[in-house]
């Protein structure tokens, strides 16, 4: 009897693992070796499998955007931060992550009128006392410096 309750909480976990959030495991085995693209690609796709068999329209999760946000930022010279940042704003209108990744393309690749344009858009979407706000204004002051030339690291 007990094989019985085994095998069943095992069929639920083999059923629900992808619905989860990306885990270490999954990250590991499914997404560490991946160029920006197809880590975009893939999360995108574990999406639409979990509204495919679940019938569960959910947005991408944001510890899962974080979980493949090393793989955008270090790799292809963070060319992919755009489209990254991009396909969050369209998910997350609110949120200033987006923003943020859009601003760090732009800081990466020198322009920096429009990196300032996308930082401030951030900043103002925090909400009033969040405490990340003096982290995410100092973007904002190093954008400056930087083009103004008076950036020194």
Avoid: C, H, W
């Avoid at 019985?4 to 990250?27: M, N, R, T, V, W």
């Amino acid at each position: 009897m007990a094989s019985i309750g085994q095998s069943i909480s095992s069929a639920f976990a083999f059923i629900f693992d992808l619905y989860s959030a990306i885990s270490k495991e999954e990250f590991d085995k499914n997404i560490k070796d991946l160029s920006p693209a197809d880590a975009i690609a893939y999360l995108e796709n574990k999406y639409v499998e979990i509204d495919y068999l679940f019938g569960s329209n959910l947005k991408i999760r944001e510890s899962d955007i974080f979980a493949i946000e090393s793989i955008i930022l270090d790799k292809e010279n963070g060319d992919y931060l755009k489209n990254f940042g991009e396909m969050i704003n369209k998910l997350y209108k609110e949120s200033p992550i987006g923003d943020y990744y859009i601003g760090r393309y732009y800081e990466t690749g020198g322009k920096f009128k429009q990196a300032l344009q996308y930082y401030k858009s951030g900043y103002m979407k925090l909400p009033e006392g969040d405490p990340n706000a003096d982290g995410y204004y100092e973007n904002i002051e190093r954008v400056l410096k930087k083009r103004d030339g008076t950036y020194k690291e």
